[in-house]
């Protein structure tokens, strides 16, 4: 596997989101990844995401430590939650692509050739993380606004027109990353998936023990949930294979 380590110390200091007791936790856990003790290091990125520590680096590494530890199903939970945040990473996609190799139920990749246009599109659009983007919108709103407030008070003409004219750029930035943005939240909020983490895992016809099975899924299968509720996750995978599995046999992805 190439890079089966991501160095995020220095993320922890400089982002929000991470805790002040959470980055010592994660140091540690680097220090006993690196002794060869991944079961300690997942419990002690785990107290991390339990303080409410989202981040792709500590969903990859926690990725890589169940992958060292043979747990292909939850490696590829935390390699997917982690490219649900940084869809452009190459490490995150080449570990998961890794991993689901070694599953038993194979994906069917499309042959379809990639539009380099819409491609470069998709980049550029990951390339800042949600949190991030939302963050910029908020500044570039207060930055606009206080631009105006100069531009009421100048007596300058020159000033005026040039204050137009930073406004109509910023505006322009703001349009476009507000509607990356809003795309972004809606995909989190109406598409979700889930990863068998079970050595198998039954697919029923009903939400409920005696139901008949239909399909039988193996460690590290990916699906699309439609539901989750009472012990029970509705899924689908493909055209053909649509049910209810054990919550206790899968992780559902959710926006983190």
Same mark, same amino acid.
């Given at each position: 596997?190439?890079?089966?380590? +991501?160095?995020?110390?220095?993320?922890?200091?400089? @982002?929000?989101?991470?805790?002040?007791?959470?980055?010592?936790?994660?140091?540690?856990?680097?220090?006993?990844?690196?002794? %060869?003790?991944?079961?300690?290091?997942?419990?002690?990125?785990?107290?991390? *995401?339990?303080? /409410?520590?989202? !981040?792709?680096? $500590? *969903?990859?590494? $926690? %990725?890589?430590?169940?992958?060292?530890?043979?747990?292909? /199903?939850?490696?590829?939970?935390?390699?997917?939650? =982690?490219?649900?945040?940084?869809?452009?990473?190459?490490?995150?996609?080449?570990?998961?692509?890794?991993?689901?190799?070694?599953?038993?139920?194979?994906?069917?990749?499309?042959?379809?050739?990639?539009?380099?246009?819409?491609?470069?599109?998709? &980049?550029?659009?990951?390339?800042?993380?949600?949190?991030?983007?939302?963050?910029?919108? *908020?500044?570039?709103?207060?930055?606009?606004?206080?631009? /105006? *407030?100069?531009?009421? #008070?100048?007596?300058?003409?020159?000033?005026?027109?040039?204050?137009?004219?930073?406004?109509?750029?910023?505006?322009?930035?703001?349009?476009?990353?507000?509607?990356? =943005?809003?795309?972004?939240?809606?995909?989190?909020? +109406?598409?979700?998936?889930?990863?068998?983490?079970?050595?198998?895992?039954?697919?029923? @016809?009903?939400? !409920?023990?005696? @139901?008949?099975?239909?399909?039988? #899924? &193996?460690?590290?299968?990916?699906?699309?949930?439609? @539901?989750?509720?009472?012990?029970?996750?509705?899924?689908?995978? %493909?055209?053909?294979?649509? /049910?209810?599995?054990?919550?206790?046999?899968?992780?559902?992805?959710?926006?983190?």
């Amino acid at each position: 596997m190439k890079k089966l380590l +991501t160095i995020f110390i220095l993320i922890l200091f400089s @982002s929000p989101s991470f805790a002040g007791d959470c980055t010592t936790t994660a140091k540690k856990g680097l220090e006993v990844y690196q002794e %060869g003790n991944y079961e300690q290091a997942i419990d002690l990125w785990k107290d991390c *995401l339990d303080q /409410g520590v989202h !981040h792709p680096d $500590l *969903l990859y590494n $926690l %990725g890589n430590a169940y992958f060292r530890q043979g747990q292909i /199903g939850f490696s590829i939970f935390y390699y997917e939650s =982690a490219l649900r945040l940084s869809p452009n990473n190459k490490d995150i996609l080449h570990n998961l692509k890794y991993a689901q190799s070694l599953t038993k139920d194979k994906v069917k990749e499309t042959d379809e050739e990639e539009n380099p246009i819409l491609t470069g599109i998709y &980049s550029v659009h990951h390339i800042i993380p949600l949190k991030s983007q939302l963050y910029l919108i *908020l500044v570039l709103a207060w930055l606009m606004a206080g631009i /105006g *407030l100069f531009k009421v #008070l100048s007596k300058s003409p020159r000033a005026k027109n040039a204050c137009l004219g930073i406004i109509f750029g910023l505006s322009l930035l703001l349009g476009t990353l507000a509607l990356s =943005a809003g795309y972004k939240i809606f995909i989190f909020e +109406t598409e979700t998936k889930g990863v068998v983490t079970a050595t198998t895992a039954d697919v029923t @016809s009903a939400p !409920h023990d005696r @139901s008949q099975t239909l399909n039988i #899924l &193996s460690e590290g299968t990916v699906f699309n949930v439609l @539901s989750v509720e009472h012990g029970w996750v509705e899924i689908q995978l %493909g055209d053909k294979i649509k /049910g209810f599995v054990k919550t206790t046999e899968v992780g559902v992805i959710d926006g983190l």
